[in-house]
C-alpha cells in the first residue's frame, strides 16, 4: 500500500503565502505524476497543479503565475507554494500521486486526507 500524507495547510491573511508538502510512502517503485487538487465548500474538486517525474507541469488558469509546484522524486515528495494568495483560493488541499508498486502492474492513483487552507481578508 502507498500513503500519502500532506502538510502545510492553515489560516492565512490574503496577500501573504504558504507551502503544501506531500510525502509518499511505502510500497513505491516509482510516481509518474504528483498534483494537487483543491475542493472549496460546495464545490466540486478541481486540478490545481501536476508535475511529471521529468519535471513537465500544468496549472489551473485561476492559480498561473501565483502557485508553483515542485518535487523531490529521491524523497517521493511535492511541493506547492502558493504566494499572493486570496480568499478564493480557501479549499481543502488534496495531494494526488499515480504510482507503481509492482513491476508487473501499471501505475495506480492515491490521495491524501487533504489539508486546509483558509484565507481571510
Known amino acids: 500500500q502507498v500513503q500519502l500524507a500532506e502538510s502545510g495547510g492553515g489560516l492565512v491573511q490574503a496577500g501573504r503565502s504558504l507551502n503544501l508538502s506531500c510525502a509518499a510512502s511505502?510500497?513505491?517503485?516509482?510516481?509518474?505524476?504528483m498534483g494537487w487538487y483543491r475542493q472549496a465548500p460546495g464545490k466540486q474538486r478541481e486540478l490545481v497543479a501536476t508535475?511529471?517525474?521529468?519535471?513537465?507541469?500544468n496549472y489551473a488558469d485561476s492559480v498561473k503565475g501565483r502557485f508553483t509546484i515542485s518535487r523531490d522524486n529521491a524523497k517521493n515528495t511535492a511541493f506547492l507554494q502558493m504566494n499572493s494568495l486570496s480568499p478564493e483560493d480557501t479549499a481543502d488541499y488534496y495531494c494526488?500521486?499515480?504510482?507503481?508498486?509492482?513491476?508487473?502492474?501499471?501505475?495506480?492513483?492515491?490521495w491524501g486526507q487533504g489539508t486546509q487552507v483558509t484565507v481571510s481578508l
Open positions: 511505502g510500497r513505491i517503485l516509482s510516481i509518474n505524476i
Open positions: 508535475m511529471t517525474s521529468s519535471g513537465t507541469t
Open positions: 494526488n500521486a499515480g504510482v507503481r508498486s509492482r513491476w508487473d502492474e501499471g501505475s495506480r492513483a492515491y
